[in-house]
């Protein structure tokens, strides 16, 4: 697929994926979600790609959906709204641009460089470490716009700060600053401007250089999969499955002589076919 409303780039096996509608402040359409869908599946199926950082091009990250055609902006039923005005493909089963993020067998940072609203931050929510400039700004404005959290954020977002936070910020509807969704937990780090690319790609370069692309995968899988349930008892048949298999397998000999050797690990496994067969992943 080529680009319209995002670019996409790889270097050092680290995938960097642009939103690119900086006149609109990168102002969400339906066209950015199927590209953005279509990148995290090709990050996902490249073994050239070890980590995805998502950051804006310009002032913004994304303020939101595209709210030119007025109110009738998120008119679906018409066809007409913000949600259908494109024509990519998808590739998915139906769970678009989040479904691929939250199945993507590559760890993913969000690195917000500016204002970040509605879906310009439910977006970035499926994504494991979100980074912020201290020239962001945040607001889960649903409310204000009548409508409700969408792209599954009803979800994600407790999970990520607390019910507590989710609902002060969801049922206010407001805008608020980087130190604030710092202290609630919404991001894990607010960098200046010009630093806040540079941390994410250190973040990202470390995974790359320490870490099993097939580990990766399983231990994110694991934490958003199992964090929520009510005892450990399923993750804990799966941890010792994945144990077994890959305690017996090359990777856990690479690492652990890696460590002995005092060297960085050279990990043999690639998520494309070595991923073990007690993984079972989420439908597309």
């Not at 790889?10 to 950015?32: C, E, H, Q, S, W």
């Not at 199926?45 to 994304?62: K, L, Q, S, W, Y």
């Amino acid at each position: 697929m080529s680009y319209e409303h995002i670019l996409y780039d790889v270097k050092g096996r680290i995938a960097t994926v642009t939103l690119n509608r900086p006149d609109k402040l990168n102002a969400y359409t339906a066209t950015m979600g199927a590209e953005l869908e279509d990148a995290f599946l090709r990050a996902d199926e490249d073994d050239e790609v070890r980590v995805v950082i998502v950051t804006g091009a310009g002032r913004g990250f994304c303020v939101g959906a595209d709210i030119s055609a007025g109110a009738n902006a998120f008119d679906t039923k018409s066809g007409s709204g913000v949600m259908f005005q494109g024509d990519k493909p998808r590739r998915s089963s139906g769970a678009g641009f989040i479904g691929a993020i939250y199945n993507c067998r590559k760890p993913s940072i969000a690195a917000i460089n500016g204002p970040a609203v509605g879906v310009g931050i439910t977006l970035a929510l499926p994504m494991d470490i979100r980074l912020a400039s201290s020239e962001a700004k945040f607001g889960f404005v649903f409310a204000r716009r009548g409508l409700v959290p969408e792209a599954g954020s009803a979800w994600f977002l407790p999970r990520l700060v607390g019910l507590e936070q989710a609902l002060r910020w969801c049922l206010s509807g407001r805008v608020f600053g980087a130190a604030e969704a710092k202290e609630g937990g919404l991001v894990s780090e607010v960098l200046a401007p010009e630093a806040l690319l540079p941390r994410a790609r250190e973040i990202a370069a470390e995974m790359v250089e320490n870490t099993a692309p097939v580990s990766a995968a399983l231990t994110r899988h694991m934490l958003w999969q199992y964090s929520g349930q009510p005892n450990p008892f399923g993750v804990m048949a799966m941890d010792g499955a994945l144990s077994v298999e890959l305690g017996a397998g090359p990777d856990v000999k690479e690492g652990v002589t890696a460590f002995l050797e005092k060297r960085k690990p050279s990990f043999p496994g690639r998520v494309s076919a070595g991923m073990p067969a007690s993984y079972k992943p989420a439908p597309r």
